[in-house]
T-cell receptor, first 116, second 113 residues
Framework: GAVVSQHPSWVICKSGTSVKIECRSL??????MFWYRQFPKQSLMLMAT?????????EQGVEKDKFLINHASLTLSTLTVTSAHPEDSSFYIC????????????FGPGTRLTVL | DAKTTQPPSMDCAEGRAANLPCNHS???????VYWYRQIHSQGPQYIIH???NNETNEMASLIITEDRKSSTLILPHATLRDTAVYYC??????????????FGTGTRLTIIP
């Protein structure tokens, strides 16, 4: 149980284009999902908290107009990197929080974004 | 959330127990200790968590000192597939509303054949 998927697993795009990444909780409902970014040889950095049916909460320094988050259902959150540039190339990882027990988070496999 | 301190790297022989320490001397009474690991180019994997009692599951054991200022994650019989970066994180429980996980630099565990 508690499986989280991401799609796509990797994407290469041209500078200036927008890229959408999906995060799904496959066997549970998640009112809260989280989006992280990880640069090579660095740790995960939380970008934003995504709440179903409401606006996302962004961490300091993360541009909300550049990283659009939509959490339209209890099993799906999307992250859209708008007008991507090479410096946005990174490993993007989502997690979903169980609404039972101690609310531990389960992570997706990540999406490798490369912007040319 | 309280900060944690972990050694940057450790080696362990295959088949032996891997003991990963974590210091969290500023932990508050309502903060849990969580352990995750991240295998290269994958998302983090939840391992175990605890508040003050020792915990055990199918993956690992978590030993928390009585003063809760440090803990040890034990992988009883390490295999090559356990090679990963292990993160020790402390955070308040869900009842206190803060759900964020703040990742430090973790410990890079290498299992040696």
């Amino acid at each position: 149980g508690a499986v989280v998927s991401q799609h796509p697993s990797w994407v290469i795009c041209k500078s200036g284009t927008s890229v959408k990444i999906e995060c799904r909780s496959l066997d549970f409902q998640a009112t809260t999902m989280f989006w992280y970014r990880q640069f090579p040889k660095q740790s995960l950095m939380l970008m934003a908290t995504s709440n179903e049916g409401s606006k996302a909460t962004y961490e300091q320094g993360v541009e909300k107009d550049k990283f659009l988050i939509n959490h339209a259902s209890l099993t799906l959150s999307t992250l859209t990197v708008t007008s991507a540039h090479p410096e946005d190339s990174s490993f993007y990882i989502c997690s979903a929080r169980l609404t039972s027990g101690d609310n531990e988070q389960f992570f997706g496999p990540g999406t490798r974004l490369t912007v040319l | 959330d309280a900060k944690t301190t972990q050694p940057p790297s450790m080696d362990c022989a295959e088949g032996r127990a891997a003991n990963l320490p974590c210091n969290h001397s500023t932990i508050s009474g309502n903060e849990y200790v969580y352990w995750y690991r991240q295998i290269h180019s994958q998302g983090p994997q939840y391992i175990i968590h605890g508040l003050k009692n020792n915990e055990t599951n199918e993956m690992a054991s978590l030993i928390i000192t009585e003063d809760r200022k440090s803990s040890t994650l034990i992988l009883p019989h390490a295999t090559l597939r356990d090679t990963a970066v292990y993160y020790c994180i402390v955070r308040v429980g869900a009842n206190f509303g803060n759900e964020k996980l703040t990742f430090g630099t973790g410990t890079r565990l290498t299992i040696i054949p």
